[in-house]
T-cell receptor, first 110, second 115 residues
Framework: GENVEQHPSTLSVQEGDSAVIKCTYS??????FPWYKQELGKRPQLIID?????GEKKDQRIAVTLNKTAKHFSLHITETQPEDSAVYFC?????????FGTGTRLTIIP | DTAVSQTPKYLVTQMGNDKSIKCEQN?????MYWYKQDSKKFLKIMFS???????INETVPNRFSPKSPDKAHLNLHINSLELGDSAVYFC??????????????FGPGTRLTVL
C-alpha cells in the first residue's frame, strides 16, 4: 500500500515569513495529492490539492508543487498570519483511498 | 444546514461496553468514510462505503462494524470497547468513490474515551 512521510512534524514561523511543509510518497500510481488543515478541536478541511498531471498550483498565499519523478510534493504558505496556525496534513490517493501523512503542527509567532 | 454531521460529539464509556456513532451527509454524495485519529493526530482510514456498498475495509478489528442504511448515512458500531479504541472518529463523504480530484468533507468528529 501507499506510505506517506511528512516533514517537519512541528514548525514555528515568524508572522509574515514563509512556511514550507514537505511530503514523500511511495506508490508511483498515486495521482491525487490534497492538503488538509485542521485547527485545534476542529475537523480537517481541504485547502488545496494537485493532480499528477500538474506540477504546481497556487491559490492566493498557498501553493503546492509536485515532483512525480522524485515522488515528493510540498506546501508553501507565504506571508503567514496567526490564523495559519494549525496542523497540516498531506495525503496521496492510491487504490481509491487517501493515505495521510503524519501531520505538521505549524505555529505562527506574532 | 451542516454538510456532514455526527452524533454524539463526545462519548465516554467503560471498557467492555458496546457503542454506536452515527453520521449523516446532506451533500448528495455517493461515498462515505470512517477515519480514526489517535492521540498523536494520525488520521487513518477504517472503512469506505459507496452507495451502501463496502469498498474499503482496512485492517480493523471485527469488533468494529459499519452499517450504511442508505447512501446519506454511515454508522459505526463498536463492540467490547477497549482502552486503545479511545480516539477521535471522523466521518467524511465525497462525490464518488474515485480519489482523483475528489474532495472529502469531514464531519465534526466524535471523541471517544474508554475508561
Amino acid at each position: 500500500g501507499e506510505n506517506v512521510e511528512q516533514h517537519p512534524s512541528t514548525l514555528s514561523v515568524q508572522e509574515g515569513d514563509s512556511a514550507v511543509i514537505k511530503c514523500t510518497y511511495s506508490d508511483s500510481a498515486s495521482n491525487y495529492f490534497p492538503w488538509y488543515k485542521q485547527e485545534l478541536g476542529k475537523r480537517p478541511q481541504l485547502i488545496i490539492d494537485i493532480r499528477s498531471n500538474v506540477g504546481e498550483k497556487k491559490d492566493q498565499r498557498i501553493a503546492v508543487t509536485l515532483n512525480k519523478t522524485a515522488k515528493h510534493f510540498s506546501l508553501h504558505i507565504t506571508e503567514t498570519q496567526p490564523e495559519d496556525s494549525a496542523v497540516y496534513f498531506c495525503a496521496a490517493s492510491w487504490n481509491e483511498k487517501l493515505t495521510f501523512g503524519t501531520g505538521t503542527r505549524l505555529t505562527i509567532i506574532p | 444546514d451542516t454538510a456532514v454531521s455526527q452524533t454524539p460529539k463526545y462519548l465516554v464509556t467503560q471498557m467492555g461496553n458496546d457503542k454506536s456513532i452515527k453520521c449523516e451527509q446532506n451533500l448528495g454524495h455517493d461515498t462515505m468514510y470512517w477515519y480514526k485519529q489517535d492521540s498523536k493526530k494520525f488520521l487513518k482510514i477504517m472503512f469506505s462505503y459507496n452507495n451502501k456498498e463496502l469498498i474499503i475495509n482496512e485492517t480493523v478489528p471485527n469488533r468494529f462494524s459499519p452499517k450504511s442504511p442508505d447512501k446519506a448515512h454511515l454508522n459505526l458500531h463498536i463492540n467490547s470497547l477497549e482502552l486503545g479504541d479511545s480516539a477521535v472518529y471522523f466521518c467524511a463523504s465525497s462525490q464518488n468513490r474515485g480519489a482523483w480530484g475528489n474532495e472529502q468533507f469531514f464531519g465534526p468528529g466524535t471523541r471517544l474515551t474508554v475508561l
